[in-house]
């Protein structure tokens, strides 16, 4: 376990992808956050999302944002305003926690509670804007599946899928820029996680990326995996490097390409000396 805990590590049981740690906490009651947001530089909506917890769908909504949902520094966003269940008669703190399928420590850090977590009924709990209600059925974790080679012993990441390296981080011809490398591969072929983590978001809510995998991990890291046909995780899961966690699927064209991308913070890097890829 790491010195200092993370989303990815969390302090002895993982926590979900809703938790903040102690010194993550938000600066801001949680039942009254703030209505706006102002876009610093180079923000990405990602960022904005995961800073005030809220899912990128929501946020989306409620800006009425089209692709490629680009912001500009100095923009004016609205925030998703706060969910909260209200304490039935009998139950209990864990019971709402089970009901929306949250760890409950995850969700009492949320609302600035200390144990035993004592509530009563009529009492407002405030819900992490990502919980759902728990699904009846549960499916089966998906099976890991053997790690794909890193390029070289030193590599940070692993490759996150077998194929050849076929576009590169920077500007592209005719002009754009790639923030990632991709990798080409057949449709259906197995996406793997470049290294232990948890997943903050699985889902299709930005068109752009088709299905789109994130997954967190130590020091900040962030990786995406964009332009799968499913995903086979889901938020909140805690994943194991050369675990599956997408299927390739087919872009627009016809062609099936991985893109994968990695940030830490803000900042969009390189995968390439990452994964031990050299020029």
């Not at 490398?181 to 996406?191: H, L, T, Y």
Request: no cysteine.
């Amino acid at each position: 376990m790491q010195e200092t805990p993370d989303w990815a590590a969390g302090e002895g049981t993982p926590l979900s992808a809703y938790a903040l740690q102690p010194d993550e906490a938000q600066p801001y009651d949680p039942a009254q956050l703030p209505r706006t947001h102002r876009v610093g530089a180079e923000e990405s909506l990602y960022d904005i999302a995961t800073r005030y917890q809220v899912p990128l769908r929501a946020l989306i909504d409620q800006n009425n944002l089209e692709p490629p949902f680009a912001l500009s520094e100095g923009r004016v966003l609205q925030l998703p305003p706060p969910r909260f269940h209200t304490v039935a008669r009998g139950e209990n703190f864990e019971d709402v926690a089970r009901a929306y399928n949250v760890d409950m420590r995850s969700l009492a850090l949320l609302n600035r509670m200390e144990a035993p977590y004592s509530v009563r009924q009529g009492d407002r709990i405030v819900l992490p804007a990502m919980a759902r209600a728990a699904p009846e059925v549960i499916e089966p974790a998906p099976t890991p599946v053997a790690s794909p080679p890193r390029t070289n012993a030193n590599a940070r990441f692993a490759m996150p899928m077998r194929g050849a390296v076929v576009g590169r981080f920077g500007p592209m011809q005719g002009g754009g820029r790639l923030e990632g490398i991709e990798i080409g591969g057949r449709e259906g072929d197995a996406v793997a996680a470049a290294a232990d983590g948890e997943v903050v978001y699985a889902g299709d809510d930005l068109p752009a990326y088709g299905t789109l995998v994130l997954v967190r991990h130590a020091d900040n890291y962030v990786t995406a995996y964009g332009f799968n046909r499913r995903a086979l995780v889901r938020e909140g899961q805690s994943v194991r490097a050369g675990q599956q966690i997408a299927e390739l699927g087919a872009r627009a064209d016809g062609r099936a390409r991985l893109l994968f991308q990695v940030r830490r913070g803000a900042e969009v890097i390189d995968p390439a000396p990452l994964l031990g890829i050299g020029d």
